[in-house]
């Protein structure tokens, strides 16, 4: 039944894109790096009031929320969209529009995402669509890095009504679907050599060398192949100039297994490794954990994901099935079965040249819409 | 006039005309219809945003403009494609009113939308603006739907990012506080409570914009803001501030040019007023300089401001508008 809808939604949302796309240009040019959310919170919980949504408010974490009634209203299912994003507001966040694909930085991750929330209302009630259970929209701040899911765990704290369901929107990519999450640890190594350091020492390489040692031990770590575990490297900060011996040094890394237990392990031989290079070289090296996700989920078999697999087949997309970090971590953690879609296709994600295509929203809606229908009759609970 | 009460009372921030709802409720009540121009020559890195954004919010959300079109100056570039994949109505500027031929300049595009577009109200807006949004259109509309006895409403950008004092300069750009606000200041005291009267946002009653004369270059917003003072006086301004705007820029050469054009329209309006009187011919050739291999050469820009008649003198105009032909002039 669901299914059979779908050719219609597709039809009908077609018309819903370039206001789909006029929310993403102008949400994406508002900039939001984490904890600076409330600008864009603003803009969105004006859509929700013009919409006349119930309770349409921004919270003392700059979550923005609001709430379309359901017919019945006995049942809250959560959509949330992240609003932080990776460029700091130095960054020109202007948008260009071509015919085909929209590009600017942050477009896909995820203004296209909070865009889509910030007119669901509108485009829910131009179709006519109409839910029983209440549909409770989420702007969530402090999602990224060190913000680690900050603003949506405050509103899974403390929001008074259990949720049913919750469907997390990213704006890339179309076919995506994350319903589990795995074991991660985030972390971030310091490395600061004190001003009084006697630099006439032998072997004073600085800490450029020095935290390169660092990756190196961390590398010959050994790590299992059951249960999968990986860590990347993800990012570093070191030196001024040519010449000068650099005295601080930053990494940040991120540990990743399916197993909780060898996540904690690894979090111990690293923190035992910064401890012996500050033996070693006199400057102090810290270990600091940034965040942390159990693994967890619902299981492949769930009808949440089995309805979603069935209507990316329907709509000629193939499932991409990923563990995530994000979102749906949190809520996974809180025992609320959820799931993660894309909107739409793009590149570059995470640069200033970031790309979303424009074409695939409308398949991007229809799998929303027929999403939260499925939800709606509910498909999230389990028989 | 006292010109610190007309700006009290002329001046607007878009944020009051921001209730959309109430905005179009007032428009409907009033019946008026409003078109919205987008004059354009190679602009195909921010033309489609334009579009997006005005039809999205203005025609679909809240049907505040009835008709969006790109008149165009035969763009080299993707202009004309990227605006009509967003559905823009895209007019090539030649091809309206053809037995009138063509002039090249932006001011010829404006004059042709007066005849090519339906509204009742015209909003002009620039297509090079990088940080579009619908407050550019309904900061402009909503004094003409609020206020009757409005005709004429034009943009200013203020609100910089930082300012340390509490008295900071406002104005508009280098050619403005150069060379317009000091002619004004000389000759029209009253037109300088328009902060920036150069800015190429502006809405106004078609009643008004079929009686005034276009340059067809650099000189149409200067000979606008004169021709309907001459004949309304400052009561059919208003002015709205749209907060940053953000653009390219242009190099002072460019600026000379355009002071050039601007200066030659003043002139002449000087000598049509009567405000003075000369039997001097104003010349049309801007000469700039420039060092080749350590020799200086003059460079010259023949730079005419045509002027294109009031569009109610035209015609076809009067045959589409079902006014009756004009009699011969004997």
């Not at chain 1, 984490?34 to 929700?48: I, Q, S």
């Not at chain 1, 001024?240 to 040094?249: E, G, I, V």
């Not at chain 2, 009653?205 to 200067?222: A, H, M």
């Amino acid at each position: 039944m669901i299914l059979e809808e779908l050719d219609d939604y597709l039809v009908q949302l077609e018309d819903f894109r370039e206001t789909v796309l006029s929310t993403m240009v102008m949400v994406n040019e508002i900039p939001a790096p984490t904890f600076k959310e409330r600008n864009r919170a603003e803009f969105l919980v004006d859509r929700f009031s013009e919409l006349e949504m119930l309770n349409a408010s921004i919270d003392e974490k700059d979550n923005v929320l609001g709430i379309i009634p359901g017919k019945v209203g006995d049942r809250d299912i959560l959509i949330v969209a992240h609003l932080d994003s990776l460029f700091n507001e130095t960054v020109d966040h202007t948008v260009t529009l071509e015919p085909s694909m929209a590009i600017g930085p942050g477009v896909g991750d995820n203004s296209l995402g909070a865009a889509v929330l910030g007119t669901l209302p509108f485009i829910m009630e131009r179709i006519g669509l109409e839910l029983d259970a209440n549909l409770v929209l989420l702007g969530s701040s402090r999602s990224l890095g060190r913000g680690d899911l900050e603003g949506l765990r405050f509103v899974l704290d403390n929001y008074k009504r259990p949720f049913t369901a919750a469907v997390c929107l990213e704006g890339i990519r179309l076919g995506r679907l994350s319903f589990s999450s795995i074991g991660m640890l985030r972390g971030e190594l310091t490395y600061r050599i004190p001003e009084e350091y006697d630099w006439t020492k032998f072997n004073s390489v600085g800490a450029i060398v020095d935290m390169n040692d660092m990756i190196n031990r961390i590398l010959e770590i050994p790590l299992p192949r059951k249960p999968k575990t990986t860590i990347v490297m993800g990012q570093m900060e070191a030196g001024t100039s040519y010449n000068t011996l650099p005295t601080k040094a930053k990494l940040r890394f991120e540990i990743r297994s399916e197993s909780e237990e060898i996540v904690s392990e690894l979090a111990t031989r690293i923190n035992f490794l910064a401890e012996e290079m500050t033996s070693k070289t006199g400057a102090k090296v810290e270990f600091k954990e940034i965040a942390r996700r159990r693994p967890g989920g619902t299981d492949f078999s769930h009808p949440l994901n089995t309805i979603s697999r069935e209507i990316l087949k329907r709509l000629d997309i193939k499932p991409r099935i990923t563990p995530s970090s994000s979102e749906v971590a949190a809520l996974i953690e809180k025992g609320i079965p959820a799931i993660t879609i894309g909107l739409t296709n793009g590149e570059n994600a995470g640069e200033p040249e970031e790309s979303v295509l424009i074409k695939p929203i409308s398949k991007g809606l229809a799998q929303l819409m027929a999403l939260l229908k499925a939800i709606d009759m509910g498909c999230a609970n389990e028989s | 006039m006292n010109l610190n009460k007309w700006i009290e009372d002329n001046t607007y921030h878009h944020s009051a005309f921001a209730d959309l709802k109430e905005l179009v409720e007032q428009k409907e009540k009033s019946g008026l219809t409003i078109s919205l121009c987008i004059p354009t020559l190679n602009e195909e890195r921010t033309i489609g945003k334009e579009v997006v954004i005005f039809k999205s919010e203005l025609m679909n959300r809240y049907p505040l403009v009835d008709e969006i079109a790109i008149i165009d100056s035969g763009s080299k570039d993707r202009t004309l494609e990227v605006a009509s994949s967003f559905g823009a109505d895209t007019y090539l500027s030649e091809e309206i009113l053809p037995e009138e031929g063509s002039k090249r300049g932006k001011g010829e595009n404006l004059w042709k939308a007066i005849y090519q577009l339906k509204g009742d109200i015209i909003v002009y807006i620039d297509a090079d603006i990088k940080n579009i949004h619908p407050r550019f259109v309904y900061g402009l509309i909503g004094p003409l739907i609020k206020r009757p006895e409005v005709s004429y409403v034009k943009a200013f950008y203020d609100r910089p990012l930082a300012f340390s004092d509490s008295i900071r300069p406002s104005g508009g750009g280098r050619v403005t506080e150069i060379l317009t606000r000091p002619l004004f200041s000389l000759f029209f005291p009253e037109l300088t409570a328009i902060i920036q009267p150069l800015s190429g946002e502006y809405a106004v009653r078609r009643n008004v914009l079929e009686k005034i004369s276009f340059p067809v270059g650099y000189g149409v917003e200067t000979s606008h803001l004169l021709d309907v003072y001459q004949t309304h006086g400052m009561k059919a301004f208003a002015q709205t501030d749209l907060d940053q705007r953000v653009h390219r820029n242009q190099e002072t050469r460019a600026l000379g040019k355009m002071s050039f054009g601007i200066l030659q329209t003043f002139l002449n309006r000087l000598y049509s007023y009567g405000t003075i009187q000369s039997d001097y011919e104003i010349q049309t050739v801007l000469r700039q300089f420039q060092v080749q291999n350590e020799k200086y050469e003059t460079v010259e820009y023949n730079i005419p401001e045509y002027e294109r008649p009031p569009m109610i003198t035209i015609p076809a105009y009067r045959k589409l508008r079902g006014l009756p032909p004009l009699k011969d002039k004997k």
